[in-house]
């Protein structure tokens, strides 16, 4: 069956209705997983499912750096994990990262709209972030 107007079969529909879903409570300032984390019960389980799926505790890690987990340049899957498994870029963290963002300085808004077009003569982040160097020159 065919839903009227958007041309997409019934599954896929709802398969990326799940997929917003999901990728709403992961981005919310919920942190129902660091309650689990914490649990010496649970916290094994929590490693296993985060093999898989995403939580918000691998979001955040995802957004921070300083500390032992803030890694920008990991866990960069919207909904399953595994494939950051696969490629080698997933972290399951331990507890939320010292920071967010990217550190140094903020590029000017124009350099990071057309940086995939031409690299800007100003510092760059592995300039500025000489502990990043290594992920930015991957």
Not at 60 to 85: E, L, Q, V
Not at 116 to 135: G, I, M, N, T, V
Request: aromatic share 14%; net charge positive; with cysteine.
């Amino acid at each position: 069956m065919k839903l009227k107007g958007i041309g997409l079969s019934e599954a896929v529909y709802y398969a990326g209705i799940k997929l917003i879903g999901w990728n709403l409570l992961t981005h919310a300032n919920l942190r129902w997983d660091d309650w689990l984390r914490k649990n010496s019960r649970t916290a094994p389980w929590l490693t296993a499912i985060e093999h898989i799926i995403v939580t918000p505790g691998m979001h955040n890690t995802h957004h921070g750096w300083g500390g032992p987990d803030g890694k920008n340049y990991c866990n960069f899957s919207i909904m399953f994990s595994f494939f950051d498994w696969i490629f080698g870029t997933l972290h399951c963290p331990q507890g939320r990262p010292k920071n967010y963002g990217l550190p140094g300085e903020n590029a000017h808004w124009a350099e990071e709209v057309f940086y995939p077009f031409y690299r800007s003569k100003s510092k760059s982040l592995k300039h500025q972030a000489p502990e990043l160097k290594d992920a930015v020159e991957r």
